[in-house]
């Protein structure tokens, strides 16, 4: 990542109004924002402009964000970006999920600014470092 542009997040949520609230949240943090509808919408976006990381609920149409994550671990163009994914449900399978197909992390919805964007750096760390594989998190839920 360049330190000359600013870090590009995608924002993938079907959530009109949750989805304008994180734009709102990332972009005071200094991030360049750019939003998805839903998982289809959110897959060209991303090949349209590669972000540096993601954001995207899970529970979506056409196109939900754990199949969306599996499509983009089974392209060498799109494997190593880091996704956050979101979502209302907090049960083990859900979150064993996420960690199973790699996200970079999961929160739970209803997610704080704060809990977000500590979350967003600590991926963007990690990347930094080049660890593109996701933490283990063991018998312990990531966030």
Known sequence: MSDDRKTRILIIDDDIGFRDLLRIHL????????????????GRALLAQTPDLIVSDVNMPFLDGFELLSLMRSDATTASIPVILLSGRSDGDTMAKAVDLGAADFLTKPVTRDQLLESIEACLARTRKGRSKPPDYGSTPPV
Do not use: L
């Not at 360049?32 to 509808?37: F, K, P, Y």
């Open 27 to 42: 972009s005071a943090a200094g991030y360049q924002v750019q939003v998805a509808e839903d998982g289809v919408t959110g």
